[in-house]
């Protein structure tokens, strides 16, 4: 079982930089692949970035590469979404989600691999 709560969502202005974190729950957070999600108003949950159970494979949206990075701490059972060069398009609800299973071979990149979700944090860029 694995619970995870977001944080690091907030106003800033296009140009700008956040990070956010993920918290994980649970003795076998290292165990499982990692992602984020977001989804903005009357669109579609989409895919950002996700990383290996181990973090030496990352996978980030095209639409993200180059401005956000994906990274986590297993000793700190935690994983990070750091976005810089923020524009007003990235702005949404973003989701942290955990494997649907521990040690897979795989990193997925589609929502409906994933099993455990957070409550999701707030970004808003202005323009």
């Known amino acids: 079982q694995v619970q995870l709560v977001e944080s690091g969502g907030g106003l800033v202005q296009a140009g700008g930089s956040l990070r956010l974190s993920c918290a994980a729950s649970g003795r076998t957070f290292s165990t499982y692949a990692m992602g984020w999600f977001r989804q903005a108003p009357g669109k579609e949950r989409e895919f950002v970035a996700a990383?290996?159970?181990?973090?030496?494979?990352?996978y980030h949206a095209d639409s993200v590469k180059g401005r956000f990075t994906i990274s986590r701490d297993n000793a700190k059972n935690t994983v990070y979404l750091q976005m810089n060069s923020l524009k007003p398009e990235d702005t949404a609800v973003y989701y942290c989600a955990a494997d649907q299973a521990p040690l897979r071979g795989v990193v997925p990149t589609t929502r409906d691999a994933y099993y455990y979700w957070g409550q999701g944090t707030r970004v808003t860029v202005s323009s």
């Open positions: 990383i290996s159970w181990s973090g030496g494979s990352t």
